[in-house]
């Protein structure tokens, strides 16, 4: 069942997005955990978040970015104009950061340079930095403006039942997910952190229903599966900080001698455990779960609340260190991970920062090296 999630997690596309538009189904591509994908869902399209892995160059990224920018951003921008990203019906970029902003500009500069770079639909989701009243009445208006903005352009009704449905399917997603982060937070882990966060992963990669179906079956084989023998020998760590969607930087952690029982990172597990209300107002429930409840250093004034939701994670997961990671140049973690490392360290759990680059740029041997001495420190 594992090889589903490993095959879904290597690259930018799938069996399942090829097998959706061999059937004429349209994909549209988001760049940002701020997004909600059930609007997409709602109005019949496969949402597909964006990825960089597979750049093997930056001259694209560097020519409209610039050399002192986050990867991450410029690694989708290296695809789009690589053409990589030619299966999508569509894309949506939010202000996540500064650099993602700016890819919004980037991309349609490039597909202005270059025919065929920008799809046709292409749309700019703005988001507040902070949580008032006013800022909350903002995000729901980019909400709507969102969701029309797809109507009109593909044909499609999207109501509020059909809304209320896309909100059900995906909270069934997260109950799936948070009962994987369970049994690998488990005494004795019956899956690898790195197969969970394929796991994981494949959540923002194929259509919900499917992953459904894969990882209940998936939970099934884990529950009646024995923990191997090495459980107990292996340092509990936690992953936290900038974006992350390679399975294979946790490979590295665990062949350091490790086992990454949790983390908190952007397209990992950071919020999973937090559902849309189906009672209520959609779109309202919508902008209470992707801004209110946002894990993400954007967010003004809300420090505390992300300490405390990483040390309950921590006390949950049994975790005996934390791994602070940020991708260079992006202020938002590397400033946070400092603040974070201090208060993590005064609670006596210890923790290493790491800076590295997005996807193929990483020096995994430095890396790897430093993720050692720290796991030999370790008591």
């Known amino acids: 069942m594992m090889d589903f999630f490993r095959k879904t997690a290597a690259s930018i596309t799938n069996p399942c997005v090829d097998d959706w538009m061999s059937r004429g189904g349209m994909v549209i591509g988001y760049t940002c955990?701020?997004?909600?994908?059930?609007?997409?869902?709602?109005?019949?399209?496969?949402?597909?978040?964006?990825?960089?892995?597979?750049?093997?160059?930056?001259?694209?990224?560097?020519?409209?970015?610039?050399?002192?920018?986050?990867?991450?951003?410029?690694?989708?921008?290296?695809?789009?104009?690589?053409?990589?990203?030619?299966?999508l019906a569509g894309a949506v970029v939010s202000t996540g950061c500064d650099s993602?902003?700016?890819?919004?500009?980037?991309?349609?500069?490039?597909g202005r340079d270059s025919a065929g770079t920008l799809p046709e639909f292409f749309h700019y989701f703005?988001?507040?930095?902070?949580?008032?009243?006013?800022?909350?009445?903002?995000?729901?208006?980019?909400?709507?403006?969102?969701?029309?903005?797809?109507?009109?352009?593909?044909?499609?009704?999207?109501?509020d039942e059909k809304l209320i449905e896309s909100i059900s399917v995906y909270n069934k997603s997260r109950r799936l997910i948070s009962e994987i982060e369970t049994l690998r937070a488990a005494e004795?882990?019956?899956?690898?952190?790195?197969?969970?966060?394929?796991?994981?992963?494949?959540?923002?990669?194929v259509p919900p229903e499917t992953f459904n179906e894969h990882m209940e079956r998936l939970l099934d084989e884990l529950r009646n599966k024995k923990a191997p023998g090495d459980g107990k020998t292996k340092k509990r760590l936690m992953l936290a900080g900038s974006i992350n969607d390679d399975p294979g930087f946790i490979r590295v952690i665990e062949e350091a001698g490790a086992a990454v029982v949790a983390d908190s990172i952007c397209f990992g597990n950071r919020g999973a455990a937090r559902f849309v209300a189906t009672e209520a107002d959609p779109v309202a429930a919508?902008?209470?779960?992707?801004?209110?409840?946002?894990?993400?250093?954007?967010?003004?004034?809300?420090?505390?609340?992300?300490?405390?939701?990483?040390?309950?994670?921590?006390?949950?997961?049994?975790?005996?260190?934390?791994?602070?990671?940020?991708?260079?140049?992006?202020?938002?973690?590397?400033?946070e991970n400092s603040l974070l490392e201090k208060d993590l360290e005064k609670t006596g759990i210890p923790c290493?920062?790491?800076?590295?680059?997005?996807?193929?740029?990483?020096?995994?041997?430095?890396?790897?090296?430093?993720?050692?001495a720290f796991v030999e420190q370790l008591p």
């Not at 701020?34 to 750049?55: C, D, Q, S």
């Not at 993602?100 to 490039?110: I, N, Q, S």
């Not at 020096?363 to 993720?371: A, C, E, F, N, P």
């Open 33 to 87: 955990s701020l997004i909600p994908p059930e609007i997409f869902h709602a109005a019949g399209l496969l949402p597909v978040r964006l990825r960089g892995i597979g750049t093997t160059s930056m001259e694209t990224g560097d020519a409209y970015y610039g050399p002192y920018v986050c990867t991450f951003p410029k690694c989708l921008l290296q695809l789009a104009g690589r053409g990589d990203y030619g299966f």
């Open 126 to 159: 703005d988001a507040p930095h902070k949580t008032q009243p006013h800022a909350m009445a903002w995000f729901e208006g980019e909400i709507r403006r969102l969701i029309q903005a797809v109507a009109s352009f593909y044909g499609a009704v999207v109501t």
């Open 188 to 205: 004795h882990p019956v899956i690898s952190g790195e197969d969970a966060f394929c796991a994981i992963l494949a959540s923002s990669a």
């Open 352 to 372: 290493l920062k790491l800076e590295r680059e997005y996807g193929p740029l990483t020096d995994t041997g430095r890396i790897k090296m430093r993720i050692e």
């Open 286 to 335: 919508l902008g209470k779960r992707y801004l209110a409840e946002c894990l993400c250093p954007r967010m003004f004034g809300e420090y505390d609340r992300r300490l405390n939701a990483l040390t309950e994670k921590l006390t949950r997961s049994g975790a005996e260190g934390v791994i602070l990671q940020n991708i260079r140049f992006c202020d938002l973690h590397g400033s």
């Open 100 to 110: 993602m902003r700016r890819l919004d500009e980037c991309w349609r500069k490039a």
